[in-house]
């Protein structure tokens, strides 16, 4: 006897953030409807965030997995105070096949954005103590949205860097310490204590000779596999051929030569390395743990990473998912 397809409704409902977030993914095994989708102005106060919501198909062949191609439906639109967007009031269709997979992503523009420089979660009480590079300007009961933070913890998988929060939320400002502190409840991690560090970076990409063996004036081109470590400020650089370094030979980069993506901003836009600001730019740094076609070089650790603002965007979707199999 032949069985229906199954139908499920669901409801996804996130504030928006101001790093790309995936809202929605179409699942294994099911083609998605998007029937309703709309963003609110939540926020206190006269203030006009914008919002850009695009349609992304990554392909899953075998030959081209990875490739996205990104159709913007709406970019850059104002959301009035008070008010809100009706992005989709009808149906949107979403695949998942063998060889591509579809989702929606959203991204918001606002004020009020400020760097974290350190947060420590107590995951017993679940508080988290929030420390800002600038001035935070909230007051207690402040709705607040945290993005990009990450975390390394003991779990059954072994230490790991998961991206907070996960799905996105949002928190409640409970005591204001000073100008650059105050802390939020964001739930309990029964025997799970979580450690706050750096952004976390994956390489891009690198300009064809991003960097140079100093003392034989040769190129080196560096390649995937390259990897950069935050804590430490460790860059392990993978080479297209044979460098010709010795332990303790010195190397050049490029300014701007080498591109990462961080958890800062979720992964979303690309970073170029070494900035005039780097410790690295304009120096010469010894190679150490040198292989045929991998060494390290000590390029400086960074401090902070992600970001708090005010809750300002909020968005809610309706989703129809039917069973293909």
Do not use: W
Not at 3 to 9: M, Q, R, V
């Amino acid at each position: 006897m032949a069985i229906a397809p199954l139908n499920k409704f669901i409801t996804k409902a996130v504030p928006v953030t101001p790093s790309e977030q995936v809202v929605y993914e179409a699942p294994q095994g099911a083609n998605s409807i998007i029937l309703y989708v709309a963003v609110a102005n939540v926020g206190i106060g006269i203030t006009y965030p914008y919002l850009t919501f695009t349609h992304r198909r990554e392909s899953t062949a075998t030959r081209t997995a990875g490739n996205i191609r990104n159709i913007r439906l709406l970019k850059d639109v104002f959301v009035p105070p008070q008010d809100a967007v009706i992005i989709i009031d009808g149906r949107l269709v979403l695949e998942r096949n063998a060889n591509i997979k579809d989702s929606v992503v959203i991204r918001g523009y606002q004020s009020g954005i400020t760097t974290v420089y350190d947060a420590q979660y107590d995951h017993v009480t679940g508080l988290t103590t929030i420390t800002t590079y600038d001035d935070h300007g909230f007051n207690i009961d402040d709705d607040i949205v945290l993005d990009g933070l990450a975390f390394d913890c003991d779990s059954t998988a072994g230490i790991t860097g998961p991206i907070f929060p996960a799905p996105q939320t949002t928190f409640k400002v409970e005591t204001v310490g000073t100008t650059t502190t105050f802390t939020t409840n964001t739930g309990t991690v029964v025997s799970l204590p979580h450690t706050f560090r750096p952004s976390i970076h994956r390489f891009v990409r690198a300009n064809k000779d991003a960097m140079e063996n100093f003392n034989a004036s040769t190129k080196i081109q560096v390649v995937k596999g390259t990897t950069y470590d935050s804590v430490t400020g460790i860059l392990s650089v993978t080479a297209a051929t044979p460098h010709g370094l010795g332990p303790g030979d010195p190397v050049t980069i490029e300014q701007e030569s080498i591109v990462f993506k961080c958890s800062q901003d979720n992964f979303t836009d690309e970073k170029r390395y070494p900035r005039t600001t780097d410790q690295a730019y304009n120096a010469l740094l010894p190679a150490t743990v040198v292989g045929l076609n991998t060494f390290t070089v000590n390029v400086g650790a960074q401090i902070g990473g992600g970001t708090v603002c005010p809750a300002q965007l909020e968005l809610i979707m309706s989703v129809l998912e039917t069973s293909t199999v």
